[in-house]
C-alpha cells in the first residue's frame, strides 16, 4: 500500500517545482542537468507537495518563533551603527548526498593539513619563499603575518586546531574553495541552532530522514582540547570580543554546549608566564583559550596597542608556552587571496601530490550553483555558499557533517552575505544506509567527577546586578500598580496620597503621569543588558522569559493610558517578572553564580523596602500611606491573618522590617545575604570573619533587636546606608 505522504506522484510535485526555473548554464542542488529531481531530494519534496500551502506556512512560522524565542540574532551594520537582527533563517534544507560530502571531506583534510605546513613554513623555515614558491612580498606586506610570532612552535604541536571553508559549486558541477578560514572561523554555534531550527519546520520528516548529526562532531574536538589541557590544572575558555561582536550569540551558545568558560580580555591576566582568569576565588589557570577574536587584537603589548579587547603579556605567554591557542596566533596569514592561486603548486612540493579541491577564480563566482527556497510562499532557485568546518582530534581531522548555507537574497552571487540580505539554511548530508545516532556524552564510560566551576568575577558582577535589576524593576512595577489603581478608585491624581506616591516614584526615575515611564524599560534593559554579558550561564527558558518582559514593556510604554489601562499593564508585568524570577529561582544551579544572583535580588529587596519603609511610614506621611507600603510589600494577606487591628505605623514596621519569616522584609533578606557571604570562597568555620562578614552579621543582629519604635526615620536611613557599604564590601573582595 503507497503511504500517501511518501507517494511520488508527479502532480503535486508539479505543482511545488511550477515556478522553480534555474538560470541556464547555472548548476541547481534539487535538478539535475535534464531538469529532472536528483535521487535525494526525491521523498523529501514529495512530503512538501502533499502539504497545503497554509501547512507550509505555519510550519516555517514554528521555525521563525524559535529563532525569536531563543533570541538567536546576528550583529548588523550600517550608516547608523549596528542593532540585533533576528537570525535570518531559511527555512528550506540543503541536501547533500553522503558519497559526494566524503569526496569534498577529503579534499579539505588534505587542504586543511596543506595549510598547516604552510604557516609552520611561515613560521619557522621559510623554505616556500626560498625556493620561490611564495613571493617574499606576500609574506612581509601580510597584515596578519605577525613577526613578534615568528621562531614560535605552538604548545601543542599546531597551528590549526579548528577551521572552516567556504566553498560553491562552478558552472562544472565540480566544488571550489571560496574562501579559508584559518583565523578565527565563526558559524559553528549557529549550525546548530539553525538545525534546531530547520528540525521544528519539518520535524515528522527530520526524525525519519537519514540524516547525519552533528553531536559526535563536537564531542570529537571537545575530547581533543581537554586532551591539550595536560596535567596542569588549566581550564578550557572561550575569548570573545564581547557582546556588541555579530557572532556573539554563537560565542554564548557554543560555551554552553561544550561546558567551556566564556571570558573577554578583562577577565584575564598573565601572571609567571601563564594565562590565569580573575574568578571570586581568584586568579585560576587556563591552559586552552579558544580565540574569537583577530590575532592583532589579543595583545596590545606586543600587537596592536589600540585593543582594549586583547590580554597584555598573551604573546609571551605562547612564546613560552604557557597556554594552547585554538587557532594559534598568526594562523591569519594563509587566509590572504594571493595564497589559493599558489596552493596547487606548494602542494605538489610539500605533499608530492595534486590540489583536490581547486580554489574559486573571482569572476567564476557569477556562476555558483542554485539551492531551492522559499520565496513569498514559491520554491524558487536561489544562489548558495557553503560552509563547512573542521575540527583536529586524536584521529587527525573530522569534518563536520553538515555546516550551513548562506542563501542569497536574489539571483545576484554578491547577495549572499547576511550583511546584504542573505539569509541560512541548514545542511543535511543524507546517508545511504542509517544515519548516526551520536550524542554529545562521552565515548568512553567514565566515572563521574564532579569538578567546581570557575565563576569570573565579570560574570558574577553581572549576575549580582542583573538581581538588582530585576528586583529594582518588580519594586518600582508594584509602585506604578499601587499609583495607578488609586487613581482609579479616586480620580483624583492632586490627592496627597498620590502625589506622595508620584514624589516616590520620581526618585526611581519612573514618574507616572503618562501610564507607564521610560524610567522602567531603564531597569529592565539594564537587566537584559547584564543577562547578556552573561548569557551562556542562562537556560533558553530563562533568557525567553526576560525577552518576552522586555518586549511587552516596550509595547506597553507608548500605549498604556492612566487609569484603569496602566493598572492593568502593571499586572501583567508583574506576573511576567516573577515568571523570570520563578524560573532561575528554580531551575538555575545553584553554584556561585546563583548566590551572586541572589545576594544582588536580595540586597536591593531590602534596600528597597527600607527606602519604602522611612518614606511611607513617616509620621508625616499621608493618610492611606501604610496601606500602600503593604501593597508594594505583596504582604496584605500576612497582615490580616497575624494583627486583628487596622494597619498603624508598630504593625507595618513589624510585618515589613523585623518579621524573620516574610520574604518581603528587611530582617528576613538580610539573613538570606547573610547565608550567601557565609558560603563565598575564604568563608568557613574556621576561617576568619571578612570584613564583609562582620558588616553583614552586625547589621542583621542590630535590625533583628531592635523594637519597632527605635526604626525611626534616621535609623532607618543608617540601615539603608549600611546595605549600601555591603554592596562596596562585595564588590572589593569579589568583583574587583
Request: aromatic fraction near 8%; charge should be neutral.
Amino acid at each position: 500500500m503507497t503511504d500517501a505522504l511518501t507517494d511520488p506522484s508527479p502532480e503535486p510535485l508539479a505543482g511545488l517545482l511550477r515556478h522553480y526555473r534555474p538560470e541556464p548554464g547555472v548548476p541547481d542542488e534539487m535538478l539535475d542537468g535534464r531538469g529532472e529531481v536528483r535521487p535525494i531530494w526525491r521523498d523529501f519534496l514529495s512530503r512538501i507537495a502533499r502539504m497545503s500551502a497554509q501547512e507550509r506556512a505555519q510550519r516555517m512560522e514554528r521555525g521563525d518563533l524559535y529563532v525569536r524565542e531563543t533570541g538567536m540574532f546576528h550583529r548588523q551594520y550600517g550608516a547608523e551603527g549596528s542593532v540585533e537582527r533576528d537570525w535570518p533563517l531559511s527555512h528550506f534544507p540543503v541536501l547533500v548526498d553522503e558519497a559526494e560530502w566524503e569526496h569534498v571531506a577529503r579534499g579539505l583534510k588534505q587542504r586543511a593539513d596543506l595549510l598547516e605546513a604552510v604557516l609552520a613554513d611561515l613560521y619557522d623555515g621559510n623554505r616556500l619563499v626560498a625556493e620561490g614558491l611564495l613571493p617574499p612580498t606576500l609574506v612581509a606586506r601580510n597584515p596578519e603575518w605577525l613577526r613578534p610570532l615568528a621562531g614560535v612552535r605552538p604548545r601543542s604541536g599546531h597551528y590549526l586546531h579548528f577551521v572552516a571553508f567556504d566553498l560553491g559549486r562552478g558552472a562544472d558541477g565540480a566544488w571550489r574553495v571560496l574562501a579559508d578560514r584559518t583565523q578565527a572561523p565563526s558559524g559553528a554555534g549557529f549550525v546548530l541552532e539553525t538545525r534546531i531550527a530547520t528540525a521544528h519546520v519539518f520535524s515528522d520528516i527530520y526524525t525519519r530522514a537519514p540524516v547525519h548529526r552533528l553531536a559526535g562532531f563536537f564531542r570529537a574536538f571537545r575530547e581533543a582540547l581537554q586532551a591539550q589541557r595536560g596535567n596542569d590544572g588549566g581550564r578550557i575558555a572561550i575569548l570573545t570580543p564581547g557582546r556588541h561582536n555579530e557572532t556573539y550569540f554563537e560565542h554564548a551558545y557554543i560555551a554552553r554546549y561544550l561546558g567551556f568558560l566564556l571570558v573577554e580580555g578583562e577577565d584575564l591576566a598573565v601572571r609567571d608566564g601563564r594565562v590565569m582568569v580573575r574568578t571570586i576565588s581568584g586568579l585560576q589557570p587556563v591552559s586552552v583559550l579558544w580565540r574569537r577574536i583577530d590575532a592583532d587584537w589579543t595583545d596590545p603589548l606586543e600587537l596592536n596597542d589600540a585593543s582594549r579587547i586583547g590580554v597584555p603579556g598573551l604573546v609571551s605567554t605562547v612564546r613560552r608556552g604557557g597556554v594552547t591557542m585554538v587557532n594559534a596566533l598568526g594562523s591569519g596569514a594563509v587566509e590572504m587571496p594571493g595564497f589559493s592561486a599558489l596552493l596547487p603548486r606548494i602542494c605538489e612540493t610539500l605533499r608530492g601530490e595534486p590540489l583536490l579541491l581547486a580554489s574559486t577564480l573571482e569572476h567564476e563566482t557569477a556562476a555558483l550553483s542554485t539551492t531551492p527556497a522559499f520565496v513569498d510562499g514559491r520554491l524558487r532557485p536561489r544562489r548558495l555558499g557553503l560552509r563547512m568546518f573542521l575540527a583536529r582530534t586524536e584521529e587527525g581531522w573530522a569534518v563536520m557533517p553538515g555546516g550551513f548555507a548562506r542563501i542569497g537574497a536574489s539571483g545576484d552571487p554578491a547577495a549572499l552575505a547576511m550583511q546584504r540580505g542573505g539569509a541560512a539554511a541548514d545542511v543535511w548530508v543524507m546517508s545511504r544506509g542509517t544515519a548516526d545516532r551520536q550524542t554529545l556524552l562521552a565515548s568512553a564510560t567514565v566515572g563521574a567527577q564532579r569538578t567546581t566551576p570557575y565563576l569570573p568575577s565579570r560574570a558574577a558582577e553581572n549576575l549580582f546586578w542583573l538581581g538588582r535589576y530585576v528586583e529594582r524593576a518588580e519594586f518600582v512595577i508594584r509602585l506604578l500598580r499601587a499609583w495607578h489603581v488609586r487613581l482609579v478608585e479616586t480620580g483624583l491624581p492632586e490627592s496627597a496620597l498620590l502625589r506622595h506616591l508620584a514624589a516616590f516614584l520620581r526618585i526611581y526615575g519612573a514618574p507616572p503621569d503618562g501610564g507607564i515611564p521610560q524610567g522602567l524599560s531603564a531597569a529592565v534593559g539594564s537587566a537584559l543588558a547584564a543577562a547578556g554579558q552573561v548569557r551562556e550561564r542562562f537556560s533558553v527558558d530563562g533568557w525567553m522569559a526576560l525577552n518576552d518582559l522586555d518586549r511587552t514593556l516596550r509595547k506597553a510604554v507608548p500605549r498604556a493610558e492612566p487609569g484603569a489601562d496602566a493598572a492593568r499593564m502593571t499586572g501583567v508585568l508583574l506576573r511576567k517578572i516573577n515568571g523570570f524570577s520563578g524560573l532561575v529561582h528554580e531551575n538555575m544551579y545553584q553554584s556561585m553564580g546563583w548566590r551572586f544572583l541572589s545576594m544582588g535580588r536580595a540586597l536591593e529587596r531590602a534596600l528597597a523596602m527600607v527606602d519604602a519603609l522611612a518614606w511611607f511610614a513617616e509620621p508625616a506621611a499621608p493618610e492611606g500611606a501604610l496601606d500602600v507600603l503593604v501593597e508594594i510589600g505583596d504582604s496584605v494577606m500576612s497582615h490580616r491573618r497575624r494583627f486583628a487591628v487596622a494597619t498603624n505605623r508598630d504593625t507595618v514596621i513589624d510585618l515589613l522590617a523585623l518579621d524573620p519569616l516574610n520574604p518581603r522584609a528587611v530582617l528576613f533578606q538580610l539573613r538570606q545575604l547573610d547565608a550567601h557571604i557565609d558560603a563565598l570562597p575564604g568563608s568557613g568555620p574556621d576561617a576568619p570573619l571578612t570584613a564583609l562578614e562582620r558588616a553583614v552579621v552586625r547589621l542583621c543582629a542590630d535590625v533583628a533587636t531592635a523594637g519597632t519604635d527605635e526604626l525611626d526615620s534616621a535609623q532607618l536611613a543608617d540601615v539603608a546606608a549600611r546595605i549600601r557599604a555591603l554592596s562596596d564590601l562585595l564588590a572589593t573582595a569579589y568583583l574587583g
